[in-house]
């Protein structure tokens, strides 16, 4: 199933305020991502990322980022073997309840369709897309029988 969608940045979504703060400097049509950018260095993100590093390797950084006292996400950042940046992660758990845009999970799918053409659903929940510049994005979701739903988006 194709998903319709190009970035028109005019009419874009409202982004709510867990949004913005997960996503960050976004500028998806050039692949910034917390305003980092792929071919960025280890050393720039080190320096530049203000959420909470919570580990650290030679070719990956983790952070998470509290968007508020209940709720946080965590941010991966994968380097290649010059320490250049190739991939960004983003992972979130969260209830069931909806707001006035739905879940959190339901506006990252919004924003994402908006701006990518090519996407094909992998499966119930999932999707990948390619944009025009190379950039491609994986989307998938997961609920259990809690009502919490998992999801995971990478940009690489």
Do not use: W
């Amino acid at each position: 199933m194709s998903r319709p969608g190009h970035a028109q940045t005019d009419s874009i979504f409202p982004y709510s305020d867990t949004y913005k703060r997960i996503i960050g400097n976004v500028d998806l049509s050039i692949g910034k991502i917390r305003g980092f950018c792929f071919g960025d260095s280890i050393a720039l993100i080190l320096r530049s990322e203000n959420a909470i590093l919570e580990a650290q390797g030679d070719d990956f950084l983790y952070y998470r980022e509290l968007c508020d006292s209940t709720f946080s996400a965590e941010i991966s950042y994968t380097f290649n073997e010059k320490g250049l940046l190739i991939s960004i992660g983003v992972e979130f758990f969260e209830l069931c309840k909806h707001t006035i845009v739905g879940n959190l999970s339901d506006e990252f799918l919004i924003n994402l369709s908006r701006h990518y053409k090519n996407c094909v659903d992998t499966e119930t929940g999932s999707f990948q897309c390619k944009s025009n510049t190379g950039l491609h994005v994986e989307y998938q979701t997961q609920k259990d029988e809690m009502c919490v739903i998992n999801t995971q988006i990478e940009f690489y």
